[in-house]
């Protein structure tokens, strides 16, 4: 898939492009239906999106926390999951947001040749959000390209958006939130030097330092899938502040043992996929205390990967 910074970028492709626009945080099942339904015969498959959520420029005490934070990881869901040709990744600057809706096309096909563009229900654009579905609808007829306008998705009853995973992530709902994203969430992340205290204590972790504004479930034990370069290994994460350990600045982190395997990770960049929730985070008296606990919780790891798993 092409990446794309910039508007002047795509100047230089030849081919006709249908776009898929939003913002997509998540990738969840209705963005994926967006951008599936961007297809056009001999037009590559374009997804439009930014850098940056457009609250964090807006109005940035409600900007949400971001179930994709990582751009890296969202590119490749929509490479992979949307089955995306080509991804234009725009800043959201002061300039963008202040283009009336038929400015901001005009831009675009300024500098490539707009096959179609296929949108959510609710997606809104332009300046103030004044670009809706109908307009962009009636912008199609008069300039030629196709607009498909999704239905938003459902589950369980209730539309699919991104909020409503945020809410149902910070809830410890996994099933639920898996259920929406077609998919289990996962935190991605390059692997950062600890203290190495973890290994000491005898059960090595490899350790991510999360942005500020990921949104996370609820700070605990989680059993995990952890997928490498060489390999996907189940382990037991912790996903927290470290309360029992002395650190002068505390940030949200998260600690993956892989039970049975020695690998040297830093460095990589890896993704922790989560299983189910095992046991709250909490304080402990003593690192011996914590270190009991920590066998405690690879012997429940173990039966619940035994009753996932089944011995043939």
């Not at 670009?131 to 239905?151: A, I, Y």
């Not at 008296?285 to 009753?307: I, K, M, N, T």
Request: hydrophobic content about 40%; proline content about 7%; overall charge positive.
């Amino acid at each position: 898939m092409q990446i794309h910074l910039s508007l002047e970028s795509l100047r230089h492709e030849p081919r006709p492009i249908h776009w898929a626009m939003g913002f997509f945080d998540g990738v969840h099942t209705g963005h994926r239906r967006v951008m599936h339904s961007a297809t056009t015969p001999g037009a590559l498959r374009g997804v439009l999106t930014f850098a940056r959520h457009p609250l964090a420029l807006l109005c940035p005490e409600k900007q949400p926390l971001l179930l994709t934070p990582d751009a890296e990881y969202k590119a490749e869901l929509i490479a992979r999951e949307g089955g995306a040709d080509l991804l234009l990744r725009l800043p959201f600057t002061p300039e963008l947001a202040a283009l009336s809706p038929e400015s901001f096309l005009d831009a675009l096909a300024g500098v490539c040749r707009i096959a179609g563009i296929s949108v959510g229900a609710n997606w809104r654009f332009g300046s103030g959000g004044s670009g809706t579905p109908e307009l962009l609808q009636r912008e199609g007829r008069k300039r030629g390209f196709r607009v498909c306008v999704n239905p938003l998705s459902s589950a369980g009853g209730e539309c699919v958006s991104s909020s409503r995973i945020r809410a149902a992530l910070a809830a410890g709902a996994l099933s639920e939130v898996a259920a929406m994203l077609g998919r289990r969430f996962c935190a991605v992340g390059q692997v950062q030097h600890g203290q190495h205290l973890a290994r000491r204590l005898g059960f090595p972790t490899a350790n991510l330092r999360l942005p500020a504004q990921a949104a996370l479930p609820p700070f605990g034990v989680y059993r995990v899938l952890c997928h490498t370069g060489s390999g996907s290994y189940p382990g037991l994460a912790n996903l927290g502040l470290r309360p029992t350990i002395h650190e002068a600045t505390k940030a949200p982190g998260l600690e993956t043992h892989l039970p049975g395997h020695e690998l040297d990770l830093y460095g990589q960049r890896i993704a922790v996929e989560f299983i189910d929730f095992m046991r709250p985070e909490r304080a402990f008296a003593s690192l011996e205390e914590l270190q009991a606990q920590v066998q405690r919780d690879l012997a429940a790891f173990a039966s619940a990967q035994q009753a996932w798993h089944p011995a043939p």
